[in-house]
T-cell receptor, first 113, second 109 residues
Framework: EPEVTQTPSHQVTQMGQEVILRCVPI?????FYWYRQILGQKVEFLVS????????KSEIFDDQFSVERPDGSNFTLKIRSTKLEDSAMYFC???????????FGSGTRLTVV | GQQLNQSPQSMFIQEGEDVSMNCTSS?????WLWYKQDPGEGPVLLIA?????ELTSNGRLTAQFGITRKDSFLNISASIPSDVGIYFC?????????FGTGTSLTVIP
């Protein structure tokens, strides 16, 4: 069964450093998303991406965040200058446009120290 | 963002028991989704509901789209140990999905 693949599974970084979280969406999907889940809390929407541009973003997705689809297969989330409160699980998801095509990756656990 | 409140927050049940949980919102939605999240994994879609009053089953799981369109219910019959996890309701406006606060389920063998 097709999967959304995320790397790395765990990333530890120092406060103020830049991190790039990587995702390989399902190959025929057109919509891509990043979500965040702080430990013990609900999953929160960050951004959706379609046709090589951001289609929606939440208030969490400030100027520190950016997304890119550099090569037609990878979908990346960059955090420019990490803060302690950025520590969370970050989930990538992709969709063909229908709800049943909305598939999550296993997540990257980001720890900012 | 939209606030989806789930109850109960956590449940501890014996294997074989039935489970009920719900999700409420102050806003009206056209879609309700139920996801399960295992520890260290991403959410996995269980059931999708598209019409007020709709009742849909997926094996031992049954979900209903509330008549008011402000709530949804999930029932699990004859629970088994692998039902353990966090259950999230979700809905959407446009391409943005909103997740509920979650119900943590523990099944005691």
């Amino acid at each position: 069964e097709p999967e959304v693949t995320q790397t790395p599974s765990h990333q530890v970084t120092q406060m103020g450093q830049e991190v790039i979280l990587r995702c390989v969406p399902i190959s025929n999907h057109l919509y891509f998303y990043w979500y965040r889940q702080i430990l013990g809390q609900k999953v929160e929407f960050l951004v959706s991406f379609y046709n090589n541009e951001i289609s929606e973003k939440s208030e969490i997705f400030d100027d520190q965040f950016s997304v890119e689809r550099p090569d037609g297969s990878n979908f990346t989330l960059k955090i420019r200058s990490t803060k302690l409160e950025d520590s969370a699980m970050y989930f990538c998801a992709s969709s063909s446009g229908g709800y049943y095509g909305y598939t999550f990756g296993s997540g990257t656990r980001l720890t900012v120290v | 963002g939209q606030q989806l409140n789930q109850s109960p927050q956590s449940m501890f049940i014996q294997e074989g028991e039935d489970v009920s949980m719900n999700c409420t919102s102050s806003s009206i939605f056209n879609t309700w989704l139920w996801y399960k999240q295992d520890p260290g994994e991403g959410p996995v879609l269980l059931i999708a509901l598209y019409k007020a009053g709709e009742l849909t089953s997926n094996g031992r799981l049954t979900a209903q789209f509330g008549i008011t369109r402000k709530d949804s219910f999930l029932n699990i019959s004859a629970s088994i140990p692998s039902d353990v996890g966090i259950y999230f309701c979700a809905t959407n406006t446009g391409n943005q999905f909103y997740f509920g606060t979650g119900t943590s389920l523990t099944v005691i063998p």
